[in-house]
């Protein structure tokens, strides 16, 4: 059972234990980064993972010698394609059964059909942002299949959101995650790159309530 819990711990807090990985493991490190971000993007039930502050600390890491940058940003970015790809196929083939439910206490047909016609205005934009936004950019991908996005659409934004999202954390980390008051306040740094990412929705959503009025 304990060795159980250390497992979880692990994963769930691999930023944390991922100096002392990079050391014990080497280059395989690279392929346990690659399956938790894949995970990470590529599975609905996987939320919970560390995204963000894993990718910063990826970073910092790198700065130290410890990673390379290049093979990080290289490696991560294809994970990050290929799990939004792998959840957009899932969302994809479940669509025309969902279009077809009938509406019930736990199903809305309307607001799936709402969902569609969003996703044919606004999907670029959405897959892009929500890169930056936890948790949502694990379900995002997942309603762009359901809601039928164009799939040549959807695998451009994938790509350009996964290397914006990859790179950027990643240089973020690299030339301010070893400072010493970034360090030491690492969580306030995750809740404020979250933030600033929130900037582009909320401009987006004040633009829309506006033209509506």
């Known amino acids: 059972m304990e060795m159980i819990l250390q497992f979880f711990d692990l994963v769930l807090h691999l930023d944390a234990h991922l100096d002392a990985l990079s050391r014990e493991y080497g280059a395989w490190v690279y392929a346990i980064l690659f399956v938790v971000i894949f995970c990470e993007t590529g599975l609905v039930v996987t939320p919970f993972l560390p995204g963000d502050s894993l990718l910063f600390i990826c970073g910092a890491l790198a700065a130290g010698g410890g990673l390379d940058a290049w093979t990080l940003a290289a490696s991560l970015s294809i994970a990050a394609i290929l799990g939004n790809a792998v959840n957009y196929s899932i969302g994809r083939y479940l669509g025309p059964h969902v279009f077809h439910w009938q509406d019930s206490r736990f199903f809305n047909r309307a607001a799936l059909l709402k969902t569609h016609a969003f996703y044919v205005r606004h999907g670029g934009k959405t897959i892009v942002i929500s890169r930056?936004?936890?948790?949502?950019?694990?379900?995002?991908?997942?309603?762009?299949?359901?809601?039928?996005?164009e799939h040549w659409r959807f695998q451009l934004f994938n790509f350009v959101g996964a290397a914006l999202w990859v790179a950027s954390l990643i240089a973020v980390g690299y030339f301010f995650g070893n400072l010493a008051p970034v360090r030491n306040n690492l969580g306030l740094v995750i809740v404020a790159i979250v933030g600033v990412s929130l900037i582009p929705a909320l401009v987006g959503y004040w633009q829309h309530r506006t033209a509506k009025k």
């Open 132 to 149: 930056f936004l936890p948790i949502i950019r694990t379900f995002a991908p997942f309603v762009a299949g359901i809601g039928s996005m």
